[in-house]
Structure formats: structure tokens, C-alpha cells
């Protein structure tokens, strides 16, 4: 199982970013997805999931209207829109293969984002 | 929200000893499918978190039986018996029974 995310950079408050995420070696369409972050010094945070065909969709409350989690099962892709980006963004995002009730089973390398003027 | 507290959140621990950490939940994590949804995540420095155990007490394939679980309803643990230096790092217990999945404050891990 490999997932890789790229797409993280430096961005200014209120600026956007894609992330994505690139999942090989299994079956993506048969698995929930998940986005999962950490800030500096802080500890891990749930930010968003989805279900296995993309109708299902869940946001931590923080990220609501804001950021928004897609996926391509037939490009094995997983991404997510971050709009109106705020400081406390600021994290390496972790895309999360999630097989049921957010047992994350496989993570990738993750991707910085820092939101700073 | 379900809050998931940690204690202790540091912990130094001499090679070859033994080391536990409680993590609780604000409300009992037993789904009504029967199942309870705790889980323990091992992050070392520079790398990516790693499951170690799932639903309270299964150990992943290729950990150490040093490391187990148990608990119920809203307190749980994670005992790592005989340390080893590859042991350092923060564990995380995450409630997944539901929604939204809620991560512990997390516990440092480190050799004295």
C-alpha cells in the first residue's frame, strides 16, 4: 500500500491550495479516505473523510465551508481544496487509508502547508 | 464531540522497563454494534503515524507482542512492556465509534 501527497507549499492567509494524493498497490474505490493533520508542536487532527463512491463527506467543524474533499477512483486520487486558508492551517496534512470506523490502517509521508504572510 | 484526554502526557521510561499509558473517553465507546472503535497510533520522530493496535486490544501485524491493549467502556490502556529505543516517539488513541473521530492530546515517549 503506497500513498503519496503532494501540492503543499507556502501560501498567504485567504490564498488557496490543492492537495492530492496518489494511492497505488490497492483498490481505492473500496476503502473510505481521510485527511488527517498535524501543527507544529501540536498533536494529530481529524480534518475530513469521505465515502468510498464520494457521496458521503465529513468535516472537523474548524474547516467547514472552507475546505473540500474530492476523489477520482479511476485515477486512484484522492484530494482536498483549501480555500480561504487561515494561520492556524499551518500543518503537514496526511492523506489516511480508513478501512472502517477511522481504523487508519496506512498513511502517507505527508505534505507541509504553511500559511504565513 | 467525544474528548479523549491522555495522561501521562510525557513519559520517560528506562530501557527494559515497562511503560503504560491511560487514554479515556467523555462518553463510553461501546457502538451499538457491540464493538468498541479505540485505537493506537505510534508517530517517531521525522515519520508518519503508524497503526499498532485497533478495536482495544488487536495488535498489528508486525508489532512487538510487547505492546498491548486493553480497556472498556470509557478507559482504556496501552502497556509496553521491556522498552526499546525504537519504542520513542507519541502514541495516540483515537475513538472512531463516533463520528467525529476524535485523536488524545497524544504521549511523548522518551528515554531517560
Known amino acids: 500500500v503506497q500513498l503519496v501527497e503532494s501540492g503543499g507549499g507556502l501560501v498567504q492567509p485567504g490564498g488557496s491550495l490543492r492537495l492530492s494524493c496518489a494511492a497505488s498497490?490497492?483498490?481505492?474505490?473500496?476503502?473510505?479516505m481521510t485527511w488527517v493533520r498535524r501543527a507544529p508542536g501540536k498533536g494529530l487532527e481529524w480534518v475530513a473523510n469521505?465515502?468510498?463512491?464520494?457521496?458521503?463527506?465529513y468535516y472537523v467543524d474548524s474547516v467547514k465551508g472552507r475546505f473540500t474533499i474530492s476523489r477520482d477512483n479511476a485515477k486512484n486520487s484522492l484530494y482536498l481544496q483549501m480555500d480561504s486558508l487561515r494561520a492556524e492551517d499551518t500543518a503537514v496534512y496526511y492523506c489516511v487509508r480508513d478501512p472502517d470506523f477511522h481504523a487508519f490502517d496506512a498513511w502517507g509521508q505527508g505534505t507541509m502547508v504553511t500559511v504565513s504572510s | 464531540d467525544i474528548v479523549m484526554t491522555q495522561s501521562p502526557l510525557s513519559l520517560p521510561v528506562t530501557l527494559g522497563q515497562s511503560a503504560s499509558i491511560s487514554c479515556r473517553s467523555s462518553q463510553s465507546l461501546l457502538h451499538s454494534n457491540g464493538n468498541t472503535y479505540l485505537h493506537w497510533f505510534h508517530q517517531r520522530p521525522g515519520q508518519s503515524p503508524r497503526r499498532l493496535i485497533y478495536e482495544v486490544s488487536t495488535r498489528d501485524s508486525g508489532v512487538p507482542d510487547r505492546f498491548s491493549g486493553s480497556g472498556s467502556g470509557t478507559d482504556f490502556t496501552l502497556m509496553i512492556s521491556r522498552v526499546e529505543a525504537e519504542d520513542v516517539g507519541v502514541y495516540y488513541c483515537?475513538?472512531?465509534?463516533?463520528?467525529?473521530?476524535?485523536f488524545g492530546p497524544g504521549t511523548k515517549v522518551e528515554i531517560k
Open positions: 469521505i465515502g468510498k463512491d464520494g457521496r458521503d463527506k
Open positions: 498497490d490497492f483498490t481505492l474505490e473500496n476503502y473510505w
Open positions: 483515537i475513538q472512531g465509534s463516533r463520528r467525529p473521530p476524535t
